[in-house]
């Protein structure tokens, strides 16, 4: 008694029951009456017929992984079957309860399948820029920076490449001609880069696994320097900084924009299963479809 002291033992059976409703069929006997079917697998006077795997092993797949999911399927169900029984030699269940919230729980599953169903047929994904801005200046005190974020380009080459000099002159022009020549020159040799200055970059990100990311005083480093060039026995690393914010700050638009748009997103899927839920409601309403008695 004392290993399941605490635990609600209950909650786990419940589970158990509901994981395996609709997909593992608890029989004593096979489906037809007088019908031979031999079971996969059995616990106490449980069985797992064949029948039960329907489903499993889908179109397409090789006979190795087909195999290696219908056996996880059976050792699962095993496993499951085994708590459960022991589960009901230490405490004594209410069957009748239990099956209610199965019921509950199959309805639940039901309604909200359909529920996504909904929200996929009828949800708009597009968001103007005029909805990110409006709900970033309505939200602003909720979009603080929790790390210290740049603006610039960025590339770590080599030791050894050729006309690597030619670097530090590229990455600081602001001629296009020289830009396209560094955005060829980083994709023959550089091993990573981020050459696009309007795209805000997490600063640890871009000095991780380098000589950088030993920095003792991070927020200093930033206030004092524009341009860094170093390097270590492999790398030669080049940063151009145009522009930084510092943590606890208020975050740009710029770096919030897709968590903005997903956030947008989201409420509309509430929007709509609300409502789904109120149309459902009053349709059923005017066409008497229930009663309170």
């Known amino acids: 008694m004392n290993l399941w002291k605490g635990i609600n033992i209950v909650g786990i059976a419940f589970i158990l029951v509901i994981s395996g409703c609709d997909l593992i069929k608890m029989k004593e006997e096979p489906a037809e009456e007088g019908e031979k079917v031999d079971p996969i697998a059995r616990v106490g006077d449980q069985y797992l017929y064949p029948h039960d795997l329907e489903g ?41 309860d239990i099956e209610r919230k199965v019921l509950d ?27 990110i801005e409006l709900y970033y200046k309505d939200n602003i005190d909720n979009f603080l920076l929790k790390q210290n974020i740049i603006r610039g380009k960025y590339i770590k080459i080599p030791i050894g490449a050729p006309k690597i000099n ?52 991070k927020i200093q480093f930033l206030q004092q320097n524009r341009y860094i060039e170093t390097a270590d026995a492999q790398f030669q690393y080049f940063l151009k900084i145009d522009e930084y914010r510092i943590s606890d700050n208020i975050s740009p638009l710029e770096f919030v924009k897709e968590v903005i748009k997903n956030i947008i997103i989201n409420k509309r899927k509430v929007q709509l299963a609300q409502q789904l839920e109120d149309d459902v409601y009053k349709r059923a309403t005017k066409n008497k479809e229930f009663e309170i008695y």
Not at 70 to 88: C, G, H, P
């Open 56 to 96: 499993i092993s889908t179109v397409g797949m090789s006979i190795e992984d087909s195999t290696e999911r219908t056996m996880r399927f059976v050792n699962n169900w095993i496993k499951k079957q085994l708590l459960i029984k022991e589960a009901s030699t230490k405490i004594e269940f209410d069957e009748a």
């Open 166 to 217: 030619k670097v530090k002159t590229l990455i600081n022009s602001t001629n296009k001609e020289s830009m396209e020549e560094l955005k060829t020159y980083a994709l023959s040799f550089a091993a990573t880069y981020q050459l696009n200055d309007s795209v805000w970059m997490v600063f640890d990100d871009v000095i991780k696994n380098s000589p950088l990311a030993e920095i003792p005083n």
């Open 105 to 131: 729980y199959r309805y639940s599953l039901m309604g909200y399948e359909y529920q996504s169903y909904f929200i996929n047929q009828n949800l708009n994904v597009d968001v103007s820029d005029e909805e």
